[in-house]
């Protein structure tokens, strides 16, 4: 299984982007989806996360203004980021909590993307 992230870029102070994450391979399903990022010097932090069912939870700092969405039919998380501000600068990076088939039963586990620079300028 491989993720995929993309969408990063340099924006102004006030702008929007839109991160996709793509997850491929031999998925049986896929149960949470998330985005976090890391500052540098920071710890990784959660962002937002969705369900299977699209419920969704978000960091406090980004409330209001991301919102996570997936399209279950294509293995894909989204995460809209609308009035970014410099603190929001950082490596985004998704996960995926996925289960693959195995020769015998099946198997669960929590693949990450390599991540994408989101530059926000003041």
């Known amino acids: 299984v491989q993720l995929q992230a993309s969408g990063g870029g340099l924006v102004q102070a006030g702008g929007s982007l839109r991160l996709s994450c793509v997850a491929s391979?031999?998925?049986?399903?896929?149960?949470?989806m998330g985005w976090y990022r890391q500052a540098p010097g920071k710890q990784r932090e959660l962002v937002a996360v969705?369900?299977?069912?699209?419920?969704?939870n978000y960091a406090d700092s980004v409330k209001g203004r991301f919102t996570i969405s997936r399209d279950n039919a294509k293995n894909t998380v989204y995460l809209q980021m609308n009035s970014l501000k410099p603190e929001d600068t950082a490596v985004y990076y998704c996960?995926?909590?996925?289960?693959?088939?195995?020769?015998?039963?099946?198997?669960?586990?929590?693949?990450w993307g390599q991540g994408t620079q989101v530059t926000v300028s003041s």
């Open positions: 996960n995926a909590d996925v289960t693959t088939a195995q020769p015998v039963g099946t198997i669960q586990y929590v693949y």
């Open positions: 391979g031999s998925i049986l399903s896929i149960n949470d």
């Open positions: 969705i369900s299977s069912g699209s419920s969704t």
